[in-house]
Protein backbone atom coordinates (compact mmCIF):
# COMPACT_ATOMS: atom_id res chain seq x y z
CA UNK A 1 0.00 0.00 0.00
CA UNK A 2 1.91 3.61 -0.91
CA UNK A 3 2.27 5.66 1.60
CA UNK A 4 0.39 9.14 1.40
CA UNK A 5 1.68 12.67 2.61
CA UNK A 6 -1.01 13.82 4.75
CA UNK A 7 -1.37 17.77 5.66
CA UNK A 8 -1.36 19.15 8.67
CA UNK A 9 -0.66 22.96 8.66
CA UNK A 10 0.77 24.96 6.14
CA UNK A 11 4.33 23.73 7.09
CA UNK A 12 3.65 20.52 8.42
CA UNK A 13 3.04 16.98 7.34
CA UNK A 14 3.05 13.55 8.09
CA UNK A 15 3.08 9.88 6.40
CA UNK A 16 1.07 8.16 8.83
CA UNK A 17 2.25 4.28 9.39
CA UNK A 18 3.57 1.91 11.46
CA UNK A 19 5.80 4.87 12.67
CA UNK A 20 4.44 8.16 11.71
CA UNK A 21 6.87 10.20 9.50
CA UNK A 22 7.01 13.84 9.97
CA UNK A 23 7.63 15.91 6.90
CA UNK A 24 8.12 19.53 7.29
CA UNK A 25 8.08 21.35 3.53
CA UNK A 26 8.44 25.22 2.00
CA UNK A 27 8.58 24.89 -1.54
CA UNK A 28 10.45 21.68 -2.43
CA UNK A 29 12.29 22.02 0.27
CA UNK A 30 11.72 19.45 2.95
CA UNK A 31 12.81 18.24 6.25
CA UNK A 32 12.36 14.59 7.73
CA UNK A 33 11.24 13.41 11.46
CA UNK A 34 12.45 10.15 11.63
CA UNK A 35 12.65 7.33 9.06
CA UNK A 36 11.14 3.85 9.37
CA UNK A 37 12.03 0.61 10.40
CA UNK A 38 14.58 -0.10 7.49
CA UNK A 39 15.48 0.02 3.79
CA UNK A 40 12.33 -0.50 2.45
CA UNK A 41 10.41 2.05 4.73
CA UNK A 42 13.30 4.38 3.61
CA UNK A 43 12.66 3.93 -0.02
CA UNK A 44 8.47 4.06 0.24
CA UNK A 45 9.09 7.39 2.09
CA UNK A 46 11.55 8.76 -0.57
CA UNK A 47 8.60 7.63 -3.38
CA UNK A 48 5.91 9.23 -1.20
CA UNK A 49 8.25 12.33 -1.43
CA UNK A 50 8.79 12.16 -5.03
CA UNK A 51 5.22 11.92 -6.09
CA UNK A 52 5.31 15.69 -5.03
CA UNK A 53 8.77 16.40 -6.12
CA UNK A 54 10.09 16.83 -2.93
CA UNK A 55 13.81 15.89 -1.36
CA UNK A 56 14.38 15.90 1.80
CA UNK A 57 17.39 17.79 2.74
CA UNK A 58 17.58 17.12 6.47
CA UNK A 59 16.30 14.04 9.10
CA UNK A 60 15.76 14.82 12.90
CA UNK A 61 15.73 11.30 14.39
CA UNK A 62 13.65 11.80 17.64
CA UNK A 63 15.71 8.95 19.08
CA UNK A 64 18.04 6.09 18.38
CA UNK A 65 15.11 2.74 18.43
CA UNK A 66 15.12 0.94 15.13
CA UNK A 67 12.61 1.52 14.02
CA UNK A 68 13.05 5.58 13.67
CA UNK A 69 15.86 5.34 12.16
CA UNK A 70 16.31 2.57 10.25
CA UNK A 71 15.64 4.43 6.60
CA UNK A 72 18.48 6.92 7.61
CA UNK A 73 20.68 5.35 5.09
CA UNK A 74 18.92 5.05 2.10
CA UNK A 75 17.66 7.85 2.47
CA UNK A 76 21.28 9.89 2.89
CA UNK A 77 22.54 7.53 -0.11
CA UNK A 78 19.75 8.88 -2.59
CA UNK A 79 19.39 12.46 -1.53
CA UNK A 80 22.37 13.16 0.61
CA UNK A 81 20.44 14.41 3.76
CA UNK A 82 22.19 15.14 6.36
CA UNK A 83 21.40 13.53 9.98
CA UNK A 84 20.75 15.54 13.42
CA UNK A 85 20.06 14.10 16.84
CA UNK A 86 20.51 14.22 20.57
CA UNK A 87 24.11 14.09 22.04
CA UNK A 88 22.72 10.78 23.63
CA UNK A 89 20.81 9.21 20.52
CA UNK A 90 23.57 10.37 18.15
CA UNK A 91 26.11 7.29 20.04
CA UNK A 92 23.71 4.74 19.15
CA UNK A 93 22.52 5.73 15.65
CA UNK A 94 26.34 6.09 14.52
CA UNK A 95 26.69 2.53 16.61
CA UNK A 96 23.68 0.46 16.39
CA UNK A 97 25.10 -2.13 18.10
CA UNK A 98 24.69 -0.56 21.44
CA UNK A 99 21.10 -1.48 21.52
CA UNK A 100 21.19 -5.47 21.62
CA UNK A 101 24.14 -4.67 23.43
CA UNK A 102 22.98 -2.52 26.31
CA UNK A 103 19.34 -4.97 26.39
CA UNK A 104 21.19 -7.67 26.90
CA UNK A 105 23.99 -6.25 29.41
CA UNK A 106 26.62 -7.40 27.26
CA UNK A 107 27.52 -9.27 23.49
CA UNK A 108 23.99 -10.30 22.07
CA UNK A 109 23.08 -13.31 21.05
CA UNK A 110 22.25 -13.62 17.03
CA UNK A 111 18.34 -13.88 17.77
CA UNK A 112 18.69 -9.72 18.66
CA UNK A 113 20.82 -8.92 15.86
CA UNK A 114 17.93 -7.95 14.14
CA UNK A 115 16.44 -4.93 12.12
CA UNK A 116 13.87 -4.46 14.85
CA UNK A 117 16.87 -3.54 16.97
CA UNK A 118 19.89 -3.12 14.94
CA UNK A 119 19.67 -0.68 12.07
CA UNK A 120 22.16 0.29 9.85
CA UNK A 121 24.53 2.85 11.06
CA UNK A 122 24.14 6.19 9.84
CA UNK A 123 26.39 8.90 10.64
CA UNK A 124 25.17 12.16 12.36
CA UNK A 125 26.11 15.53 11.02
CA UNK A 126 24.21 17.63 13.73
CA UNK A 127 23.51 17.57 17.33
CA UNK A 128 20.65 19.28 18.67
CA UNK A 129 20.13 20.15 22.24
CA UNK A 130 16.67 22.01 23.93
CA UNK A 131 15.81 24.89 22.39
CA UNK A 132 15.25 26.49 19.09
CA UNK A 133 17.16 25.54 16.00
CA UNK A 134 17.40 26.37 12.75
CA UNK A 135 17.83 23.26 10.58
CA UNK A 136 18.00 23.28 6.71
CA UNK A 137 16.36 26.46 6.79
CA UNK A 138 13.36 25.23 8.98
CA UNK A 139 12.68 27.16 12.40
CA UNK A 140 12.00 24.29 15.04
CA UNK A 141 11.63 24.09 18.54
CA UNK A 142 13.12 20.98 20.26
CA UNK A 143 12.06 19.80 23.31
CA UNK A 144 13.52 17.01 25.66
CA UNK A 145 11.19 14.13 26.54
CA UNK A 146 13.14 11.36 28.27
CA UNK A 147 11.93 8.32 29.82
CA UNK A 148 11.44 5.48 26.39
CA UNK A 149 14.43 6.50 25.56
CA UNK A 150 17.19 8.50 27.80
CA UNK A 151 17.66 11.22 24.89
CA UNK A 152 14.49 11.15 23.44
CA UNK A 153 13.66 14.59 21.50
CA UNK A 154 10.48 15.94 20.67
CA UNK A 155 9.99 18.56 17.37
CA UNK A 156 7.81 21.83 17.62
CA UNK A 157 7.09 23.14 13.95
CA UNK A 158 6.91 26.73 13.48
CA UNK A 159 3.43 25.37 12.72
CA UNK A 160 3.12 24.73 16.67
CA UNK A 161 2.78 21.26 15.53
CA UNK A 162 4.42 18.63 18.41
CA UNK A 163 6.17 15.92 16.93
CA UNK A 164 6.05 13.61 20.40
CA UNK A 165 7.94 10.91 19.27
CA UNK A 166 7.45 7.52 21.72
CA UNK A 167 7.08 9.90 24.97
CA UNK A 168 2.94 8.28 24.60
CA UNK A 169 1.37 5.22 22.85
CA UNK A 170 -1.90 4.98 21.28
CA UNK A 171 -4.88 3.37 22.79
CA UNK A 172 -4.40 0.65 20.73
CA UNK A 173 -1.11 -0.20 21.82
CA UNK A 174 -1.83 0.08 25.63
CA UNK A 175 -4.65 -1.86 25.33
CA UNK A 176 -2.49 -4.84 23.94
CA UNK A 177 1.01 -4.58 25.69
CA UNK A 178 0.06 -2.77 28.82
CA UNK A 179 3.14 -0.68 29.62
CA UNK A 180 5.19 0.18 26.71
CA UNK A 181 9.10 -0.20 27.16
CA UNK A 182 10.57 2.45 28.90
CA UNK A 183 14.43 2.90 29.88
CA UNK A 184 13.82 5.45 32.43
CA UNK A 185 10.50 5.63 34.25
CA UNK A 186 11.18 8.60 36.54
CA UNK A 187 12.06 10.35 33.43
CA UNK A 188 8.75 8.97 31.61
CA UNK A 189 6.47 9.94 34.08
CA UNK A 190 7.85 13.53 34.24
CA UNK A 191 7.80 13.69 30.59
CA UNK A 192 4.13 12.50 30.76
CA UNK A 193 3.46 15.47 33.35
CA UNK A 194 5.49 18.05 30.85
CA UNK A 195 3.39 17.24 27.78
CA UNK A 196 -0.23 17.17 29.88
CA UNK A 197 0.79 20.59 31.16
CA UNK A 198 1.96 21.88 27.56
CA UNK A 199 -0.18 23.63 24.85
CA UNK A 200 0.80 22.74 21.49
CA UNK A 201 -1.88 23.17 18.40
CA UNK A 202 -1.86 19.35 17.91
CA UNK A 203 0.14 16.19 18.58
CA UNK A 204 1.64 13.45 16.56
CA UNK A 205 3.28 10.97 18.09
CA UNK A 206 4.98 7.96 16.54
CA UNK A 207 2.79 5.27 17.28
CA UNK A 208 -1.31 6.73 17.36
CA UNK A 209 -3.46 9.62 16.10
CA UNK A 210 -3.01 13.66 16.27
CA UNK A 211 -5.41 14.82 18.41
CA UNK A 212 -5.87 18.74 19.16
CA UNK A 213 -4.83 17.59 23.46
CA UNK A 214 -3.94 13.94 24.09
CA UNK A 215 -5.27 14.61 27.73
CA UNK A 216 -7.12 10.87 28.02
CA UNK A 217 -3.92 8.91 25.85
CA UNK A 218 -1.47 10.62 28.40
CA UNK A 219 -3.34 9.40 31.46
CA UNK A 220 -3.60 6.07 29.79
CA UNK A 221 -0.27 5.72 29.67
CA UNK A 222 0.67 6.90 33.13
CA UNK A 223 -1.95 4.80 34.05
CA UNK A 224 -0.33 1.79 32.19
CA UNK A 225 3.30 2.42 34.30
CA UNK A 226 1.18 3.24 37.34
CA UNK A 227 -0.60 0.09 36.90
CA UNK A 228 2.78 -2.05 36.38
CA UNK A 229 4.25 -0.10 39.74
CA UNK A 230 1.74 -1.22 41.87
CA UNK A 231 1.99 -4.83 40.55
CA UNK A 232 5.45 -5.21 40.86
CA UNK A 233 4.68 -4.03 44.92
CA UNK A 234 2.04 -6.70 44.86
CA UNK A 235 4.34 -9.69 43.54
CA UNK A 236 7.09 -8.51 46.16
CA UNK A 237 4.51 -8.93 48.95
CA UNK A 238 4.97 -12.36 48.92
CA UNK A 239 8.63 -11.93 49.44
CA UNK A 240 12.25 -11.10 48.05
CA UNK A 241 12.75 -11.95 44.65
CA UNK A 242 15.05 -11.12 41.88
CA UNK A 243 14.52 -9.33 38.56
CA UNK A 244 13.87 -12.27 36.49
CA UNK A 245 11.51 -14.05 38.97
CA UNK A 246 9.35 -10.79 39.06
CA UNK A 247 8.91 -10.85 35.22
CA UNK A 248 8.40 -13.95 35.47
CA UNK A 249 5.17 -13.22 37.35
CA UNK A 250 4.45 -10.29 35.13
CA UNK A 251 4.56 -11.80 32.11
CA UNK A 252 2.92 -14.67 33.05
CA UNK A 253 -0.06 -12.69 34.78
CA UNK A 254 -0.04 -11.00 30.70
CA UNK A 255 -0.35 -14.72 29.56
CA UNK A 256 2.04 -12.93 26.56
CA UNK A 257 4.22 -14.92 23.94
CA UNK A 258 8.22 -14.15 24.23
CA UNK A 259 10.51 -14.21 21.78
CA UNK A 260 14.28 -13.12 22.74
CA UNK A 261 13.46 -9.44 21.88
CA UNK A 262 10.39 -9.22 23.36
CA UNK A 263 12.21 -11.13 26.58
CA UNK A 264 14.70 -8.32 27.02
CA UNK A 265 12.38 -5.25 26.40
CA UNK A 266 10.11 -6.50 29.21
CA UNK A 267 13.48 -7.55 31.50
CA UNK A 268 14.64 -3.85 30.72
CA UNK A 269 11.03 -2.00 31.15
CA UNK A 270 11.04 -4.28 34.87
CA UNK A 271 14.09 -2.85 35.33
CA UNK A 272 13.60 0.19 34.99
CA UNK A 273 10.33 0.04 37.62
CA UNK A 274 12.53 -1.35 39.93
CA UNK A 275 14.89 1.38 39.67
CA UNK A 276 11.72 3.61 39.92
CA UNK A 277 10.60 2.40 42.50
CA UNK A 278 13.48 2.30 44.62
CA UNK A 279 14.59 6.03 43.77
CA UNK A 280 11.53 6.46 45.78
CA UNK A 281 11.71 4.64 48.34
CA UNK A 282 9.58 1.49 47.89
CA UNK A 283 11.67 -1.38 47.53
CA UNK A 284 15.47 -1.95 48.26
CA UNK A 285 17.87 -4.70 47.30
CA UNK A 286 19.42 -7.25 49.16
CA UNK A 287 22.32 -10.04 48.53
CA UNK A 288 21.84 -13.46 49.54
CA UNK A 289 22.67 -16.61 47.90
CA UNK A 290 24.42 -15.42 45.09
CA UNK A 291 21.38 -13.30 44.21
CA UNK A 292 20.25 -9.53 44.20
CA UNK A 293 16.92 -10.01 45.45
CA UNK A 294 14.44 -7.23 45.73
CA UNK A 295 11.86 -6.06 48.79
CA UNK A 296 9.25 -3.66 49.99
CA UNK A 297 10.53 -1.05 52.38
CA UNK A 298 8.15 -1.09 55.46
CA UNK A 299 6.84 2.33 56.51
CA UNK A 300 9.59 2.94 59.18
CA UNK A 301 12.18 2.45 56.18
CA UNK A 302 10.89 4.31 53.85
CA UNK A 303 10.26 7.68 56.01
CA UNK A 304 13.74 7.10 57.61
CA UNK A 305 16.32 9.78 57.40
CA UNK A 306 18.73 9.04 54.00
CA UNK A 307 16.32 5.89 53.19
Same mark, same amino acid.
Given at each position: ?????????????????????????????????????????????????????????????????????????????????????????????????????????????????????????? &? !??? $? #??? %??? +????????? /????????????????????????????????????????????????????????????????????????????????????????????????????????????????????? &? !??? $? #??? %??? +????????? /????????????????????????????
Amino acid at each position: MALELKKIAEHTYMIAGAVNIGVLINGDNCLLIDTGLDRQAGKQILTCLNHDGLTPKAIINTHSHADHFGGNAIIRQETGAKVYASPLEKAIIENPYLEPFYLFSAAPVKALKTRFLMAPAS &P !VDG $V #LEP %GTS +TVAGFDVEI /ISLPGHSPGQIGVVTQDNICFTADAYFGESIIEKYGMPYTADVSAALSTLQALWQSDYAKYIPSHGDPAGKPTETILQNVSAIEKTLEQILKILDAGAQTREEILSAVITASDRKLD &P !VQY $V #LNH %GAI +TACLSHLHK /INKVEYVFNGGKMLWKTLSRQQACAPGG
